[in-house]
């Protein structure tokens, strides 16, 4: 389980890192906004590499996986996403705070951002005794403007 848990944590960072994708219209006139629809498959392109999983998500025989993995949110907070001083400049630090719904409960996602960053939450289940459930979240940040 241990080794799934390292496996999964990873596969998120990078899965974040590899979402943060910025538009290069948006990046030419000084803000990183994101292009959330590659970034999204970016993310799932990632956990199938990394996890080793098939296209759905689900595990492939002999994995660790008991259960596909589940992307439970994928957050793109770029410049056009934060408050905006009176120069219209997006303020950092930015305290981000997000109500997800899971498995009938409201999971509160809460985190500094010092920039634009990609925050990415996934279910894993283990193929251990009692088949343990666990949430993995991770977040990619940008501290400047260089990507």
Known sequence: MITGELRSYSATINGCHDAAIPLEYEMAHGWVVFDE?????NFRQTLVKTLLLNSDLSPKANSIFASPVKIIGLFFIGDDKVPKDGSGNPIYPYDFQENVSYRGDTVIVKETLYGPSVLGLIEVSYKVEGE???LKKAVYRYKDKSI
């Open 132 to 134: 343990p459930v666990t």
């Open 37 to 41: 629809t590659m970034g999204l498959l």
